[in-house]
């Protein structure tokens, strides 16, 4: 579904974290914010925007 909506599948990530699990939530959230920006910008934001 993502393909046909113009998105790259690497830009969701589905990760169970528990609440006491705060370092694994850091480090998930610090690599989806690294892949996110090598990705660059949202391509529907662009597509809006043009």
Sequence with gaps: MLKELG????RVR???ISGSE???FA???TEMD??????GPNPL???KNG
């Excluded at 998105?7 to 690497?10: A, D, L, P, S």
């Excluded at 690294?34 to 990705?39: C, D, G, H, P, V």
């Design 14 to 16: 589905l990760e169970w």
């Design 27 to 29: 480090e998930v959230i």
């Design 45 to 47: 934001k662009e597509a």
């Design 34 to 39: 690294a892949k996110i920006r090598q990705l």
């Design 7 to 10: 998105i790259e599948e690497e």
């Design 22 to 24: 705060g370092k694994k």
